[in-house]
T-cell receptor, first 112, second 112 residues
Framework: SQTIHQWPATLVQPVGSPLSLECTVE??????LYWYRQAAGRGLQLLFY??????ISSEVPQNLSASRPQDRQFILSSKKLLLSDSGFYLC???????????FGNGTRLTVT | KQEVTQIPAALSVPEGENLVLNCSFT??????LQWFRQDPGKGLTSLLL?????REQTSGRLNASLDKSSGRSTLYIAASQPGDSATYLC???????????FGEGTQLTVNP
């Protein structure tokens, strides 16, 4: 069966520090991969999605970036964090366009 | 631009009650609609996926319906239990791409 792993679960970082969140999917190949952010009391905001290695689409201009160095690995990065980057970051995957979207357990990021 | 609305934002019911959660969307050109459950501090768990050609899907005590022409979906929960307490989100996928648009969720509390 397919599983998605996301780490770390929680992270506290100072303003101006770099960020790297990692997500991997097991048990499938060539998944579509997504990064979402969920701010407190608000809905999910799509940040990036990828349909293949090296193919990244950005939905929201910001100081975050994403990379997909391997088929089942998706990384969210920042060179310098802002206070406004605090939130709950969720990685998700789907196999085909008509398949369900499955989420990881999320990373709670607090920028201080 | 697709907009998804969930009403009510919060709902509290006694254990054993049957209940309905509502989801409405502004653009009826959808590919599918998915219902999720989110427990506090956790990722989203997929509950049901309804393709645009379908009218409803069932899983155990859950039944989701879709009326694409009126831009509405409902999630029916039968014989509610305290373990059903969570936030329920719906999301629609448009026909033009691979992104989902999420509602802000209904926070359900089932009281023993």
């Amino acid at each position: 069966s397919q599983t998605i792993h996301q780490w770390p679960a929680t992270l506290v970082q100072p303003v101006g520090s770099p960020l790297s969140l990692e997500c991997t999917v097991e048990g499938t190949s060539n998944p579509n991969l997504y990064w979402y952010r969920q701010a407190a009391g608000r809905g999910l905001q799509l940040l990036f999605y990828s349909v293949g290695i090296g193919q990244i689409s950005s939905e929201v201009p910001q100081n975050l970036s994403a990379s997909r160095p391997q088929d089942r690995q998706f990384i969210l990065s920042s060179k310098k964090l802002l206070l406004s980057d605090s939130g709950f970051y969720l990685c998700a995957w789907t196999q085909r366009r008509n398949s369900p979207l499955h989420f990881g357990n999320g990373t709670r990021l607090t920028v201080t | 631009k697709q907009e998804v609305t969930q009403i009510p934002a919060a709902l509290s019911v006694p254990e054993g009650e049957n209940l309905v959660l509502n989801c409405s969307f502004t653009d009826s050109a959808i590919y599918n609609l998915q219902w999720f459950r989110q427990d506090p501090g956790k990722g989203l768990t997929s509950l049901l996926l309804i393709q645009s050609s379908q009218r409803e899907q069932t899983s155990g005590r859950l039944n989701a319906s879709l009326d694409k022409s009126s831009g509405r979906s409902t999630l029916y929960i039968a014989a509610s239990q305290p373990g059903d307490s969570a936030t329920y989100l719906c999301a629609v996928k448009g026909t033009s791409g691979s992104r989902l648009t999420f509602g802000e969720g209904t926070q359900l509390t089932v009281n023993p």
